[in-house]
């Protein structure tokens, strides 16, 4: 079973709006911290913003925020004002906590493709 | 100053031959990773170092050898290339047992078998 799951393979956005990418998970285990990483086309991997799951607040990290909602099990990553720049795919990863018996690796979603349109 | 650096960037090499890839981290982390990002980039993790123990080999080919000499270092050597080993590979590390440290990656080397 999918525990990260992505549903958008694609999205486009307007130069200076701001855009959602969907990020549901599936965990039993209470502890467990979401990540969000951006692959540009040069093809590294860049870290954007974490959430840990008794993080009271979402998470933010410049122009980008997490809308984490425990009970539905999504944590979507939101950027405001977008640029060109943000041109890239983006994937949201989960770390299980030592009750998860699966040495606490990054699990990963498909990643979501996003344009930004000028 | 770079945290996780792999080499060689690029590799293009004929089917059946022998090749490395090496991967060191100045982090001073503890755990290291190897990753496939495969056309449609999906990124599956290979292996996972823990202070130069094995501790995850996700069914792996075993033409796919990975070596850590020291807790710096982390290479894989793949034998008897073949055209599906064509991919991006990604060395990554973070601290050992923190929930909220992610995972720093190198920059990728894209491996290409012909």
């Known amino acids: 079973a999918q525990k990260i799951t992505q549903t958008q393979p694609g999205m486009f956005v307007q130069e200076k709006e701001a855009v959602t990418l969907d990020c549901t998970y599936d965990?039993?285990?209470?502890?467990?911290?979401l990540f969000w990483y951006k692959q540009p086309s040069s093809g590294e991997m860049i870290f954007l913003i974490y959430?840990?799951?008794?993080d009271q607040q979402n998470a933010t990290e410049g122009r980008y925020s997490l809308n984490f909602q425990k009970a539905r099990k999504s944590a979507n990553l939101v950027i405001s004002a977008s640029q060109l720049g943000d041109s890239a795919m983006y994937f949201c990863?989960?770390?299980?906590?030592?009750?998860?018996?699966?040495?606490?690796?990054?699990?990963w979603g498909l990643g979501t493709s996003l344009a930004v349109n000028p | 100053d770079t945290a996780v650096s792999q080499t060689p960037k690029y590799l293009v090499t004929q089917m059946g031959n022998d090749k490395s890839i090496k991967c060191e981290q100045n982090?001073?982390?503890?755990?290291m990773y190897w990753y496939k990002q495969d056309s449609k980039k999906f990124l599956k993790i290979m292996f996972s170092?823990?202070?130069?123990?094995?501790?995850i080999n996700e069914t792996v080919p075993n033409r796919f050898s990975p070596k850590s000499p020291d807790k710096a270092h982390l290479n894989l050597h793949i034998n008897s290339l073949e055209l599906g080993d064509s991919a991006v590979y990604f060395c990554?590390?973070?601290?050992?047992?923190?929930?909220?440290?992610?995972?720093?990656f190198g920059q990728g080397t894209r491996l290409t078998v012909v």
């Open positions: 990554a590390s973070s601290p050992q047992g923190r929930m909220n440290t992610e995972a720093f």
């Open positions: 982090l001073g982390h503890d755990t």
């Open positions: 170092y823990n202070n130069k123990e094995l501790i």
């Open positions: 965990t039993s285990d209470p502890s467990y911290g």
């Open positions: 959430q840990g799951s008794y």
């Open positions: 990863a989960m770390r299980e906590g030592p009750n998860a018996g699966n040495n606490r690796k990054l699990i």
